[in-house]
């Protein structure tokens, strides 16, 4: 009896210990906290935040919840007690979705109006653009100039036999890569012809694999990974990314992306001011300065993504290496929520059956 | 909450202070976060409607879990148990080195063990470009990657040292006396182990059989990576539906599924367990194990090396390698290979060239990937240790108890990440402030492998021991100080490792828990390898190696520790 007492005993207090010894570390913050929360790709400059804090007398807490439909989960799944009072990171095809669970309140910043029309997508202003990239096929140059191939110009091209087994593409069912690229096939043939068009690239032996990083780094000859495959579904800001993270300078890019007409995917990413946030007027402070241009220019260096505000300038290395698609692919939002889950589930039977 | 009048076994209120702590914690952090994900599943699931069609979604999952979890297992076994025979009785050169070796996998992230085995095996592997090369093929002979034969082969490199641990551990301390009698009265060796072996080493069997299933059976990022788009398992499409079509109601469902498998299959154990045990005298592993004498034993223990080497080492050895090359200029203008050694790499990890608030210092990314890891095995020890001594107790707790305690290892992280966040969002515990949480989640994962090391230990110890202890005037205290903690030291130190390895590898609810003030190892990696570049493909590599290497080390001096006083016993 007294042994087991004293083990106890002894056990319990080396628990308190640890926990007392961790948690204590932590100081309060004196200024006022704004609770962002983002998904994992979010990245800023620390210099560029410091100075919004120090302007507005307050502490930015970000809150980095895994990616895009996890962190939307989890801002959708505690909307009766929010964790948070902005949400940056919804894109256009989770958009319906985010508006139907009600998770935002409507706020018309003034900087809307450096905002080109074609980037809103909600009348009520509950979200406002901050950043959008094209979800394109990236090429490896080398490999098309060594053995002599064409460029494909378009979809159709690709089921031509002289690229057989030569793309690699996500799978839209655990990639936001995968899925921005089934809808760009859905936008150019018609929820009705898609699918005779990925039957056709099955059977010109497209790779599939699960996600972004083994599609790139694993598949994809044009990366460091140096894979099989000359062909991947990645963003058009990936060529100046290879720039700009060369270990050795490089001149020109290994890499660049097919633009053709309804080729590239535009994602838009949005942020809002989370409903029942007790922070409303620097949780509008915080959104008005996502749109500011200080903000908009850190963010391609930083997100490989591209400014929606019209005055920013591009960083040099992005002016230089990085093309956006003139005609680039979309489809309506409503139409994406309501026949996401039909379009994934066709798409497996087709291609991975 | 756990007081039942009738029930009168002896000694059984002590048993219960000893469940105590762990069914509180559970309780706490895992049952009711987990109760809030399925709360929450069922609201959405009644105000939209469950169609009869998701049933359809749940057979096919299933099936394919259960099938290669079964045959992940087999294999893993048949991997496994030899290299347990030979490292519980042989003394070779590098013994404690491969030790360490098979723990590494358990710490890796699965994206850079895949990246490795395609290094190995792939396309443009070194197997099959040596193939090419020697037999003037036109066409990689291997293609193994995106194949069932993948998910089982990854599967093996992680599991093996379950194995090694568990019933190599247990084997240790046989004494090698019964084999010798037993040979020289004629037995076959596989009658040795079929008659002798076997059944005194049953308990750590089953044991290390149902957390090799278990973990085949929930796993997640093995088969995504490895396996491809054409195999799902229950766990992957649970973050398919939670994540990324939003469908909490069958996200939920899926679970529940996974859950009450996961329930009757520890209820399965914890029966067959019930067996009694012979007890016999524990031998000094360092005792037991002895030189290689003969020339068979002398091929069976290089082949076994050998195997090893290319099982756990070709793999990983490969990304070691490329975190120190440059082969930037092979792209841009091919045929014209200029690689060289490098240490850029490693000298950028420690630049924030792009002034991000979000870089992580490599050393941050250390020590925190540390502290989590230790108050981990903090955790996971002390309330694995009450309840694998409340479990050798025999008493009715145990039916209860013994399932119940294997269940977050059965559980999908995604719906116990949703809880998470569910239930612990105000002071003083909350997600966004309270960074004790993701050692807790870690923990609760490395309970199980705690348990199940250290409850076969802990019956096999004769009661006579401590009866004779106590005859002699030992406190009760003195006796566990004395008779139990020797002896079960190498069991704790095994668990201890386990848990170790379990929070450095990260675990899926943690996603949903990490900080960007605190930073770990595999997050790091994770952010290099979301971006596209030279620099950031290395700068993953170089991280691994460090992981490896640091933790390698960690491992290897714990291994080494020797109780001061007590060598034989």
């Known amino acids: 009896m007294r042994f087991t007492m004293k083990l106890i005993l002894v056990l319990s207090i080396i628990v308190i210990l640890t926990t007392a010894c961790t948690s204590q570390q932590k100081e309060e913050p004196q200024n006022a906290v704004l609770n962002v929360m983002t998904h994992d790709s979010f990245a800023v400059s620390e210099d560029v935040v410091r100075q919004f804090e120090e302007e507005n007398q307050i502490t930015v807490n970000f809150l980095q919840s895994g990616d895009t439909g ?31 669970e009600d998770i935002f309140e409507a706020y018309a910043s003034p900087r809307l109006d450096q905002i080109p029309e074609k980037f809103k997508a909600d009348p009520q202003n509950r979200v406002l653009p901050v950043d959008f990239s094209d979800v394109c096929i990236n090429y490896d140059k080398s490999y098309f100039q060594e053995n002599n191939l064409p460029i494909p110009q378009s979809f159709n091209d690709l089921l031509d036999r002289a690229y057989q087994g030569l793309l690699v593409v996500e799978n839209p069912a655990t990639s936001s890569p995968g899925l921005a690229f089934l809808m760009a096939t859905i936008a150019e043939f018609g929820t009705e012809g898609y699918l005779d068009f990925w039957q056709g690239l099955k ?9 972004w990083e083994t599609a790139y780094y694993t598949n994809f000859s044009g990366s460091s990974g140096q894979g099989q495959q000359p062909m991947v579904v990645s963003y058009s800001s990936s060529p100046p990314a290879e720039v700009i993270f060369a270990e050795t300078k490089l001149d020109e890019a290994p890499t660049a992306s097919l633009v053709g007409e309804n080729m590239c995917f535009r994602q838009i990413e949005f942020v809002g001011i989370l409903k029942g946030t007790q922070n409303r007027a620097t949780a509008e402070k915080f959104v008005d300065f996502m749109l500011s241009q200080s903000f908009q220019e850190d963010m391609p260096m930083q997100m490989f993504v591209f400014p929606v505000n019209q005055n920013a300038s591009l960083p040099e290395a992005f002016a230089t290496y990085a093309q956006i698609a003139d005609k680039p692919a979309s489809l309506d939002s409503n139409l994406i929520s309501a026949e996401r889950e039909n379009w994934v589930e066709a798409w497996t039977e087709t291609v991975l059956r | 909450m756990i007081k039942s009048p009738s029930w009168k076994a002896k000694g ?31 609201q959405v699931g009644s105000n939209q409607g469950l169609t009869t069609s998701v049933f359809n979604k749940i057979w096919a999952p299933l099936s394919f879990t259960i099938w290669q979890a079964v045959l992940s297992t087999i294999i893993t076994f048949l991997v496994g148990l ?16 491969l030790k360490v ?15 490795g085995f395609n290094a190995f095996l792939g396309p443009k592997g070194w197997v099959n470009s040596l193939l090419i090369s020697v037999f003037d093929l036109g066409q990689p002979p291997i293609q193994i990657l995106n194949t069932l034969a993948a998910i089982l082969l990854a599967h093996v490199f992680y599991n093996t040292s379950v194995v090694i641990r568990v019933v190599g551990g247990a084997w240790a301390k046989l004494d090698p006396k019964m084999e010798q009698a037993a040979r020289s009265l004629g037995a076959s060796p596989w009658k040795v182990f079929q008659r002798i072996n076997f059944p005194l080493l049953r308990p750590s069997i089953l044991a290390a059989i149902l957390l090799v299933f278990l973990f085949d059976f929930t796993s997640f990022a093995v088969i995504l990576l490895m396996g491809g788009p054409q195999f799902a398992t229950l766990e992957v499409e649970i973050y398919i539906q939670a994540l990324h079509l939003l469908n909490l109601p069958t996200a939920g469902l899926l679970s529940a599924v996974q859950l009450v498998f996961t329930l009757l299959l520890t209820a399965g154990y914890s029966l067959i367990n019930r067996r009694r045990v012979v007890r016999l005298t524990p031998r000094d592993p360092d005792e037991v194990e002895k030189p290689i004498q003969t020339a068979g034993q002398k091929m069976m223990v290089v082949g076994l090396v050998f195997s090893m080497l290319v099982l756990f080492v070709l793999p990983l050895i490969s990304l070691v390698f490329r975190s120190f090359l440059r082969l930037d200029a092979v792209r841009g203008e091919r045929g014209m290979v200029q690689s060289g050694v490098t240490l850029a790499y490693y000298q950028e990890l420690f ?9 992580v210092p490599p050393i941050d990314a250390l020590k925190n990937s540390l502290v989590f890891a230790l108050i981990t095995v903090v955790i996971a020890l002390v309330l694995g240790l009450l309840a694998a001594i409340a479990l050798s107790r025999k008493t009715n707790w145990n039916r209860l108890m013994d399932p119940i305690l294997m269940l977050p290892l059965g559980t999908s992280a995604v719906t116990l990440g949703l809880g998470f966040i569910l239930v612990f969002n105000r002071p003083p515990i909350d997600v966004r402030s309270f960074p004790l949480l993701i050692p807790i989640a870690h923990a609760l994962v490395a309970l199980p492998f705690v348990v199940r090391t250290l409850q076969p230990a802990i019956v096999s110890i004769p009661e006579t021991y401590r009866q004779s202890a106590a005859v002699l005037g030992a406190s009760p205290w003195r006796v566990w100080w004395l008779i139990d903690y020797p002896i079960l030291f190498r069991a704790i130190l095994a668990s201890g490792i386990f848990a170790f390895t379990v929070s450095l590898g990260e675990f899926g609810a943690t996603t949903f828990l990490s900080r960007p003030d605190l930073p770990t190892i595999p997050i790091a990696i994770y952010r290099y390898l979301s971006q596209p570049g030279a620099l950031n493909y290395g700068q993953a590599l170089a991280m691994s190696t460090i992981l490896m290497v640091i933790c390698g080390l960690s491992i290897y001096i714990v291994e080494k520790l020797r109780l001061p006083d007590v060598n034989d016993f």
Do not use: C, H
């Open chain 1, 70 to 100: 996890a962190a939307l989960n989890r801002a959708i799944l505690t909307k009766a007690a929010p964790q948070a009072d902005v949400f940056y990171g919804v894109d256009n095809t989770f958009l319906s979705r985010a508006l139907e």
């Open chain 1, 203 to 211: 059977e010109n032996g497209v790779v599939v694999v699960n996600d």
């Open chain 2, 12 to 42: 059984s209120w002590k048993s219960l202070l000893l469940w105590l702590a762990p069914i509180l914690f559970l309780t706490f952090f895992y049952f009711q976060p987990l109760l809030a994900t399925f709360k929450m599943a069922w």
């Open chain 2, 82 to 97: 030899p290299m347990a025979y030979v490292f519980a009785r042989f003394r070779f050169a590098g013994k404690a080195f």
């Open chain 2, 101 to 115: 070796l098979v723990t590494i996998p358990f710490i890796m992230p699965t994206v850079v063990v895949a990246a």
């Open chain 2, 351 to 359: 630049i924030n060239r792009r002034q991000s608030l979000f870089y």
